[in-house]
C-alpha cells in the first residue's frame, strides 16, 4: 500500500492567516484526497485533486477558502485561508493506491487557530 | 443524502470478553463499505472492504461481515492492544470517490 508523508504535523497559527498543508505519496496516484475531521464529528471530504485539473470540492467547501495544488502524480498541498477557530480540526491526505481499494491515509496535520 | 451511523459511540471491554460493533447505512447503491482503525493522534488506518451482503473478512481478532442495512465488526478475545476508535465508511455506485464516514466508535480494553 502507499506510504504518505504529510506536514505539518502540527501547528498553532494565529486566526487571520493561512496555513499551507503537504502531502507526499511514495508511488504515483491518480487522485488525492482531502479530509477534514472536526473534533466529535466524523471525516468530511473537502475535495478531490486530480493531476493537471482544478480540485472538485464537495458542498460547503469553496476553493478560496481551500485552494489545492496538485503540481504532479505524487504530491499535493492544501490551504486553509483567512482562517478562524472554527477552522480548528485535523485535516487529512488521502489516496487509493494503484490496484488497491484500501484508501490510505496521512497521519494528518492537527490545526489550532488562535 | 447518504449516511453512516455507528453504535455505540464508546465501549469498554475487559481483556478478552467478545463484542461487536454496528455500523449502518444508508447509500443509495453501496459500492463498498469500509472498516477503519484510528489510534490517537494519527489517521485511519485500513482493515477491510465489503462489497456485497453476506460478504466476511477476518484479520486476527477482527471479523467485519455485511448485511444490506449495516456492518458489524465482531472482536474476539480483544487485547488492551486492540484499543482504538474504529470508523465505518461507505462509498457509493457512480463515479464518485467520497468516503462517508460514521463519528466511530471509541474501543477501550482493559486488562
Known amino acids: 500500500s502507499a506510504v504518505i508523508s504529510q506536514k505539518p504535523s502540527r501547528d498553532i497559527c494565529q486566526r487571520g492567516t493561512s496555513l499551507t498543508i503537504q502531502c507526499q505519496v511514495d508511488?504515483?496516484?491518480?487522485?488525492m484526497f482531502w479530509y477534514r475531521q472536526q473534533p466529535g464529528q466524523s471525516l468530511t471530504l473537502i475535495a478531490t485533486a486530480n493531476q493537471g485539473s482544478e480540485a472538485t470540492y464537495e458542498s460547503g467547501f469553496v476553493i478560496d477558502k481551500f485552494p489545492i495544488s496538485r503540481p504532479n502524480l505524487t504530491f499535493s498541498t492544501l490551504t486553509v485561508s483567512n482562517m478562524s477557530p472554527e477552522d480548528s480540526s485535523i485535516y487529512l491526505c488521502?489516496?487509493?493506491?494503484?490496484?488497491?481499494?484500501?484508501?490510505?491515509f496521512g497521519s494528518g496535520t492537527r490545526l489550532t487557530v488562535v | 443524502e447518504d449516511q453512516v451511523t455507528q453504535s455505540p459511540e464508546a465501549l469498554r471491554l475487559q481483556e478478552g470478553e467478545s463484542s461487536s460493533l454496528n455500523c449502518s447505512y444508508t447509500?443509495?447503491?453501496?459500492?463498498?463499505l469500509f472498516w477503519y482503525r484510528q489510534d490517537p493522534g494519527k489517521g485511519p488506518e485500513f482493515l477491510f472492504t465489503l462489497y456485497s451482503a453476506g460478504e466476511e473478512k477476518e484479520k486476527e481478532r477482527l471479523k467485519a461481515t455485511l448485511t444490506k442495512k449495516e456492518s458489524f465488526l465482531h472482536i474476539t478475545a480483544p487485547k488492551p492492544e486492540d484499543s482504538a476508535t474504529y470508523l465505518c465508511a461507505a462509498i457509493r455506485q457512480g463515479g464518485s470517490e467520497k468516503l462517508v464516514f460514521g463519528k466511530g466508535t471509541k474501543l477501550t480494553v482493559n486488562p
Open positions: 488521502s489516496v487509493r493506491p494503484p490496484g488497491g481499494y484500501g484508501y490510505t
Open positions: 508511488s504515483q496516484v491518480t487522485m
Open positions: 447509500v443509495s447503491g453501496l459500492r463498498g
